[in-house]
């Protein structure tokens, strides 16, 4: 019996040895586990920015057209709202009143004209005779009126006959240019005087213009910037317009800076330009809102990251890098303009840092990271504007 229960005894103690071995195996403190993250490192490029800025199309030239003359208004001869061409015919008004003005002043140019002829002939009589002292020097004298007094008779009246014919040829009113065609503003019957001679205007499509207009803010940042280098101006300052519409699509053609005002606007504080690009299928329509993006600055030794790589935290946006002993630190920056679907890093990031771009859940300050190097994503492309699409730059922001 001593025996069993000494043996019972030692087996009691040895489990108590083995099972306190066990929790202070088990309470033993775990290091951080690894976070497997995909990285890229950051390098400085020059890269091509756009400024967007907002702005309404506008015709190229637009024409009223209105009736020269007073009279009744016969018909309107073109649709409404369609296509014209140069010479087209838009309106017809009553010409029976003009054609018997220009009968009358006819008939007076032939009345004038035979006067004419009496006239000349009478001088040409009474030259001979004054020669020969058979008349008196006056007689000379109102022969030689007489015929001048008609030969100016004769131009007043060809005046007259070409007034009348230019009055009849106004009531056929055509369209000067190609272009979009409007409403009528008179109705068939009505009479036209000045008081109501405005008929309808047309709008050339093809070019189509552009204003927008760049705030005196805008215009000193950017010049300092490019002062400082840290914006670069297009060569020869050509820039280089493309509109997006407002369903978001990009308008195929391209354009360039046709002219800057030479002052700011009083009421606005703005800097107007006007932009023209090729329009010849009629897309744009006079008095659209669009997005301008003007083409041509590039940033130098610029930092470019994913979108997906800057996050927002409670002091603003920050990115995960990490450093030489492979472990997570939290970076602020300043992000910039977007690229696509990346950002401009402004401040934050310098050449060769490794900036995290998957795999944040598990990341904290100071943990360890296994990163997998991902290459740099390209840069979205533009297409190349098209040949001879607008009119060389006269002006620049």
Do not use: H
Not at 192 to 200: C, D, E, K
Not at 233 to 238: S, V
Not at 275 to 301: D, Y
Request: charged share 20%.
């Amino acid at each position: 019996m001593r025996r069993a229960a000494g043996c019972l005894a030692l087996a009691a103690l040895a489990a108590s040895v083995f099972m306190s071995g066990c929790s202070k195996q088990e309470a033993a403190p775990t290091g951080p586990r690894t976070a497997a993250v995909s990285a890229l490192t950051v390098k400085g490029q020059t890269v091509p920015v756009a400024f967007q800025f907002v702005g309404q199309t506008e015709s190229s030239q637009q024409v009223e057209i209105r009736a020269r003359v007073n009279g009744f208004l016969e018909k309107r001869v073109y649709t409404e709202g369609s296509f014209v061409k140069p010479g087209q015919v838009l309106f017809l008004m009553d010409k029976k009143p003009f054609e018997a003005d220009l009968q009358a002043a006819k008939g007076e140019l032939a009345q004038q004209q035979a006067r004419l002829t009496t006239a000349r002939a009478n001088l040409n009589r009474v030259k001979p005779l004054v020669a020969d002292n058979a008349l008196a020097a006056k007689d000379l004298d109102d022969a030689t009126g007489q015929e001048q007094a008609a030969a100016a008779a004769v131009e007043a009246a060809k005046a007259k006959v070409a007034e009348s014919t230019l009055n009849l040829g106004y009531t056929t009113i055509n369209s000067p240019l190609a272009g979009l065609s409007s409403f009528a503003k008179v109705q068939d019957g009505a009479y036209i005087n000045a008081t109501n001679n405005l008929l309808t205007y047309v709008a050339r499509l093809d070019p189509m213009r552009v204003n927008f207009s760049l705030s005196e803010n805008e215009s000193l940042r950017l010049r300092d910037e490019v002062k400082k280098g840290l914006l670069l101006a297009a060569p020869r300052d050509d820039y280089e317009v493309e509109l997006v519409l407002a369903d978001g699509s990009v308008f195929p053609a391209r354009g360039r800076i046709t002219f800057a005002d030479a002052s700011f606007s009083q009421e606005t504080g703005t800097f107007l330009l006007r932009a023209e690009l090729p329009n010849p299928q009629g897309t744009l329509r006079p008095g659209q809102f669009v997005r301008v993006n003007v083409i041509g600055f590039s940033r130098p030794s610029a930092i470019i990251v994913p979108q997906r790589a800057v996050q927002q935290g409670p002091r603003g946006a920050f990115v995960w890098t990490v450093d030489k002993d492979n472990k997570a630190q939290q970076r602020p920056v300043v992000a910039g303009d977007w690229m696509g679907d990346q950002w401009l890093v402004s401040e934050g990031l310098k050449d060769g840092d490794r900036v995290v771009v998957d795999g944040f859940l598990r990341l904290a300050p100071g943990a360890p990271v296994q990163a997998k190097d991902v290459p740099a994503e390209p840069l979205p492309k533009r297409e190349a504007p098209a040949q001879g699409a607008a009119a060389k730059q006269q002006g620049t922001a």
